[in-house]
């Protein structure tokens, strides 16, 4: 189940990372959900952030991969990969291990920084900024 309050045009990046998200994985449900808490009191609108649980995140990463638009297929693929290889993937397996995803929608990259650094303090892992003409890896 995605955790938030509104659909809007910060929607959860499931299955398509839209652009200027800062997207993570954490571990525990119990501090995304404190995570959820910390965005909420810097300002962060409910309909900015998201909380998709591991089994949502395998079902959209896995639609996607199957989808049979091949040049929207290709454009996805394009969009989400860096010199890391395709970020879905990374995101799939740690979902199939019960990682759950955080996305945040951020406006500048100086906000998606202060997003990443809010969310490294809850223990959440490969963050990165899916700008409209970048990719940012944090390391945290």
């Known amino acids: 189940m995605t955790l938030h309050a509104n659909q809007s045009s910060a929607q ?3 299955p398509t990372f839209p652009t200027n998200h800062v997207v993570g ?22 309909e900015r952030i998201h909380l998709i649980q591991s089994q949502e995140v395998v079902e959209g990463i896995q639609g996607r991969q199957k989808d049979r638009n091949l040049v929207r297929k290709m454009l996805h693929q394009m969009a989400t990969t860096s010199d890391e ?10 979902a ?3 990682w759950h995803m955080i996305a945040v929608y951020a406006e500048t990259f100086e906000q998606a920084d202060q ?6 303090a ?6 990165k900024y899916y700008g409209r003409w970048s990719i940012t890896n944090f390391r945290l």
């Open 12 to 14: 959860p990046p499931t």
């Open 25 to 46: 994985v954490v571990k525990d449900l119990q501090e995304g959900e404190q995570a959820l808490h910390a965005l909420r009191n810097a300002d962060y609108g409910e």
């Open 85 to 94: 290889g395709y970020a879905g993937q990374h995101y799939l397996e740690q």
């Open 96 to 98: 199939r291990r019960g």
């Open 115 to 120: 997003i990443a650094h809010l969310l490294s």
């Open 122 to 127: 809850y223990h959440v892992s490969l963050i």
